[in-house]
């Protein structure tokens, strides 16, 4: 069973409107979460990191949140833009993982005009 | 240029063929990894490597070789291709001295297996 679960499977939204992601996760002991931004025919790329002591960090139009508590993690995108469609990956590392990342399957969004 | 290139980008095989799929990094990282992506899954780790002399298996090795022949170089091989292994494939690098996780993937290699 996947360590990582993620919500949407995916979503369509108008350019301009907010959404949400979600994340749950079960991976234990738990080092830190990240968020990754995957463009169609791109690699993933980091947006936000949180370790176990934060509960919100931002980048720019995006906002991760993390409850350590309940192992619930949500990616904010406010004020959508065209170039904000692409798949959204939930990726959580272990303490003492030597790098060992598990990956949720991902949420895909499309930003419509 | 990429801090992470995979080569091919894309490649048609038949089953039972043998293929290489290339991945070379300058970032100077000692870790690399490689990926399998496939719809509706996460990324599942096939092989990793903590440096020139260290290999190890991820979760789905079976059917895959892997060679370090450099700190920047990482090759993945596919002995007998067979169709299931039609996938998207990528390269990812870390480095062990920032104690950070964050890995930078390469631009992917779309393989199909017929």
């Known amino acids: 069973k996947n360590q990582v679960e993620q919500s949407p499977q995916s979503l369509i939204i108008l350019e301009g409107k907010n959404c949400t992601l979600q994340?749950?996760?079960?991976?234990?002991?738990?080092?830190?979460l990240r968020w990754y931004k995957q463009d169609t025919g791109r690699g993933p790329v980091s947006l936000t990191i949180m370790t176990f002591s934060e509960n919100t960090k931002s980048n720019g139009r995006y906002t991760a949140t993390l409850d350590a508590d309940t192992k619930q993690s949500s990616l904010h995108i406010t004020a959508s833009q065209l170039s904000d469609s692409a798949s959204y990956i939930c990726?959580?590392?272990?303490?003492?993982?030597?790098?060992?990342?598990?990956f949720g399957a991902g949420t895909q969004v499309v930003v419509t005009p | 240029d990429a801090d992470v290139t995979q080569t091919p980008r894309n490649r048609i095989t038949k089953t039972g063929k043998r293929i290489m799929l290339e991945c070379s990094q300058t970032k100077g990282h000692d870790r690399m990894y490689w990926y399998r992506q496939d719809p509706g899954l996460g990324l599942r780790l096939i092989y990793y490597?903590?440096?020139?002399?260290?290999?190890n298996k991820g979760e789905i090795s079976d059917g895959y070789s892997v060679s370090r022949q450099a700190q920047a170089k990482f090759s993945l091989s596919l002995e007998s291709a067979i169709p299931n292994q039609t996938a998207l494939y990528f390269c990812?690098?870390?480095?062990?001295?920032?104690?950070?996780?964050?890995?930078?993937f390469g631009q992917g290699t779309r393989l199909t297996v017929v």
């Open positions: 990726v959580v590392s272990e303490v003492d993982s030597w790098g060992k990342l598990q």
């Open positions: 490597s903590f440096d020139v002399k260290d290999i």
């Open positions: 990812a690098t870390s480095d062990s001295g920032s104690g950070d996780t964050e890995a930078f």
């Open positions: 994340c749950n996760y079960t991976v234990s002991p738990f080092s830190n």
